[in-house]
């Protein structure tokens, strides 16, 4: 059968669904496919279940793209205060957690019902199990093929999002369609995903693996203050999972134990008040003593504070407040967050979102390449770029 509509939209997540119910608003007729049989997924489990659905401080500056300005005019045009109005409106109810970072009070389920009952309102059809079977340009009109069924569009909406969480269906279908349309791809790779390690580190963390506490973790000029964990496989945490989008194979992180300490100013004052001090007991009253047991007994520090060497202070002091180490790799898409890359931003339109080479085709959401930070950051990327290629189909 032929079908024929104003926009057809691929991919039923956040920005999708914010993009249907824009389009629909303006009286189109807007069709939304996915090939999973559960909408909004990656909504659902975000957050540990309540969502993380933006960030009060949100600016481009949160975000990682090729072109660090791409992202301004949509997040401009769609602010997150215009996605808490929203929230508001269906009496959503939420806190702020830490950093800007709001949270559903209750289940993320209800962002997803939220976003179902405006694609309601706005008279959008949603299908589900669709596969598609391949994409054409003929003159203005795009023809997406599904099993015996041909859909016309003169707008067609990618909004299939990265390479992140294979396990509910991600999929490089984004990417390919571009490069079929001679649309450029920056290289994608995980990103908000646990760093992994081997050998004496690995074996380090192993015996640490469970206990968190707060470290500054820095990779060139970037650093990021939060959590950081750690596990059987290496390092995870906020901290870790935020400089990871900035992380390269082969490059170090260096981690600050002690951010909010002077370390030469606590070593100067036990020399002079508790000399015999052991090194171990002055770090731990900084630091967990299960880290400083361990950590201690690698570099071999057991000494009493009058006994070590200037030497061995610096050694010290460079390892807790500058320990450098490369990373091995990360955990992958399995556990990442988001993908880092994607579409390349010079082949899209600021404030449209529609390509430069193809009229009426777009790209939004996580497929692109704009990679924002922790804290709900990329969801607002979502609604915001859906917001925008919204107005426009």
Same mark, same amino acid.
């Given at each position: 059968?032929?079908?024929?509509?104003?926009?057809?939209?691929?991919?039923?997540?956040?920005?999708?669904? +914010? $993009?249907?119910?824009?389009?629909?608003?303006?009286?189109?007729?807007?069709?939304?496919v996915d090939h999973s049989n559960k909408i909004g997924e990656k909504i659902r489990i975000s957050g540990g279940g309540r969502c993380n659905f933006t960030n009060l401080n949100t600016s481009h500056k949160n975000f990682l793209s090729q072109n660090i300005n791409f992202s301004i005019s949509a997040l401009n045009q769609y602010t997150q205060? *215009?996605?808490?109005?929203?929230?508001?409106?269906?009496?959503?109810?939420?806190?702020?957690?830490?950093?800007?970072?709001?949270? $559903?009070?209750?289940?993320?389920?209800?962002?997803?019902? +939220?976003?179902?009952?405006?694609?309601?309102?706005?008279?959008?059809?949603?299908?589900?199990?669709?596969?598609?079977?391949?994409?054409?340009? !003929?003159?203005?009109?795009?023809?997406?093929?599904?099993?015996? *069924?041909? &859909?016309?569009?003169?707008?067609?909406?990618?909004?299939?999002?990265?390479?992140?969480?294979?396990?509910?269906?991600?999929? *490089?279908?984004? &990417?390919?369609?571009?490069?079929?349309?001679?649309?450029?791809?920056?290289?994608?790779?995980?990103?908000?995903?646990?760093? #992994?390690?081997?050998?004496?580190?690995?074996?380090? $963390?192993?015996?640490?693996?469970?206990?968190?506490?707060?470290a500054r973790i820095s990779h060139r000029n970037v650093s990021f203050e939060e959590g950081m964990l750690f596990t059987h496989r290496g390092l995870s945490g906020p901290s870790i999972l935020?400089?990871?989008?900035?992380? @390269?194979?082969?490059?170090?992180?260096?981690?600050?134990?002690?951010?909010?300490?002077?370390?030469?100013?606590?070593?100067?004052?036990? !020399?002079?008040?508790? %000399?015999?001090?052991?090194?171990?007991?002055?770090?731990?009253?900084?630091?967990?003593?299960?880290?400083?047991?361990?950590?201690? %007994?690698? &570099?071999?520090?057991?000494?009493?504070?009058?006994?070590? %060497?200037?030497?061995?202070?610096?050694?010290?002091?460079?390892?807790?407040?500058?320990? +450098?180490?490369?990373?091995?790799?990360?955990?992958? &898409? @399995?556990?990442?967050?988001? #993908?880092?890359?994607?579409?390349?931003?010079?082949?899209?339109?600021?404030?449209? +979102?529609?390509?430069?080479?193809?009229?009426?085709?777009?790209?939004?959401?996580?497929?692109?390449?704009?990679?924002?930070?922790?804290?709900?950051?990329?969801?607002?990327?979502?609604?915001?770029?859906?917001?925008?290629?919204?107005?426009?189909?």
């Amino acid at each position: 059968m032929n079908f024929n509509v104003d926009v057809l939209i691929i991919g039923a997540g956040a920005a999708g669904l +914010m $993009c249907a119910i824009e389009s629909g608003k303006r009286g189109k007729s807007v069709l939304v496919v996915d090939h999973s049989n559960k909408i909004g997924e990656k909504i659902r489990i975000s957050g540990g279940g309540r969502c993380n659905f933006t960030n009060l401080n949100t600016s481009h500056k949160n975000f990682l793209s090729q072109n660090i300005n791409f992202s301004i005019s949509a997040l401009n045009q769609y602010t997150q205060f *215009d996605f808490i109005d929203l929230i508001k409106k269906y009496n959503i109810n939420y806190h702020e957690k830490t950093l800007g970072q709001l949270f $559903c009070n209750e289940k993320s389920q209800l962002i997803i019902d +939220m976003l179902l009952s405006e694609c309601d309102k706005a008279k959008v059809v949603i299908k589900k199990n669709f596969t598609v079977d391949k994409v054409e340009k !003929r003159n203005t009109n795009y023809y997406v093929f599904s099993d015996n *069924d041909t &859909y016309t569009t003169k707008s067609l909406v990618i909004a299939t999002g990265g390479l992140s969480i294979p396990k509910i269906g991600a999929t *490089d279908f984004g &990417y390919s369609l571009a490069k079929q349309f001679n649309i450029n791809v920056i290289d994608t790779s995980p990103a908000l995903v646990p760093l #992994t390690f081997t050998d004496e580190i690995l074996d380090m $963390c192993n015996q640490l693996s469970g206990l968190s506490f707060n470290a500054r973790i820095s990779h060139r000029n970037v650093s990021f203050e939060e959590g950081m964990l750690f596990t059987h496989r290496g390092l995870s945490g906020p901290s870790i999972l935020q400089i990871s989008s900035y992380w @390269r194979k082969g490059d170090n992180i260096s981690i600050n134990f002690l951010p909010h300490h002077n370390f030469d100013e606590i070593i100067s004052q036990k !020399r002079q008040k508790k %000399s015999k001090q052991n090194i171990i007991n002055i770090l731990s009253d900084f630091l967990p003593k299960r880290f400083v047991s361990i950590f201690c %007994s690698k &570099y071999k520090y057991s000494k009493n504070i009058s006994e070590l %060497s200037k030497h061995s202070i610096d050694s010290i002091h460079n390892n807790i407040k500058k320990w +450098m180490i490369e990373p091995k790799g990360t955990e992958g &898409y @399995r556990t990442a967050e988001v #993908t880092r890359g994607g579409v390349n931003t010079d082949e899209l339109s600021s404030k449209t +979102m529609m390509s430069k080479k193809h009229t009426g085709l777009f790209f939004i959401g996580e497929v692109v390449d704009v990679t924002g930070h922790l804290g709900g950051y990329n969801f607002q990327w979502a609604w915001s770029s859906g917001y925008v290629a919204g107005q426009h189909t």
